[in-house]
């Protein structure tokens, strides 16, 4: 069975700061992964898509990084901002499973 | 710029009577998705379609739960009867299919409708 953690659960910071999440899966048989954003009382908002063939994938000041071999990916949030807040999910797709499933999120809080 | 519809964004109502939501998938995506959300489970999917045929729906609670998609600007999600356990938010993505025509590519997520069954 896919289990998808993420750490930490929560987080708050100064804005300014550079942030890892981290984001680890137990079935190492993925074909891509997702980073979403989910700001309180919305839906989801793709930030990065990652094939199992790729690395790494960048977008702005957000970069997302997988090893699939070992079940990990980080998201890397730099010079993070108060807009930043919200809870960041992760989500492998499982070829077994035929779907994404779904972390249960790291929300974060960046402070002025 | 494109993007999923649901309606309603929050619906209110009493054990046992039939709930009906619905979403728009962003024009040429031809993958849909239903998924719940709860404190408890987190997001689960309960339904996918492909050009509108269902091609999963393990995750969804057969005896009251059904999904349709009458054309490809429309897809229904129904409950009947409602419990107060349906309770939840329910979310609709859309996507284009991978190269094998499985659902392994972008999903964007509509803004979910928020349910409340008392």
Redesign the interface.
Known sequence: KQEVTQIPAALSVPEGENLVLNCSFTDSAIYNLQWFRQDPGKGLTSLLLIQSSQREQTSGRLNASLDKSSGRSTLYIAASQPGDSATYLCAPFSGGYNKLIFGAGTRLAVHP | DAR?TQTPRHKVTEMGQEVTMRCQPILGHNTVFWYRQTMMQ??E?LA?FRNRAPL?DSGMPKDRFSAEMPDATLATLKIQPSEPRDSAVY?C?SGTP?TSG???????????T?LTVL
Do not use: S, T
Request: charged share 20%; hydrophobic share 35%; aromatic share 20%.
């Open positions: 999923v987190g997001l999917l996918y999963d979310f993505a991978g499985g659902p392994r590519n972008e999903q964007f997520f509509g803004p979910g928020r």
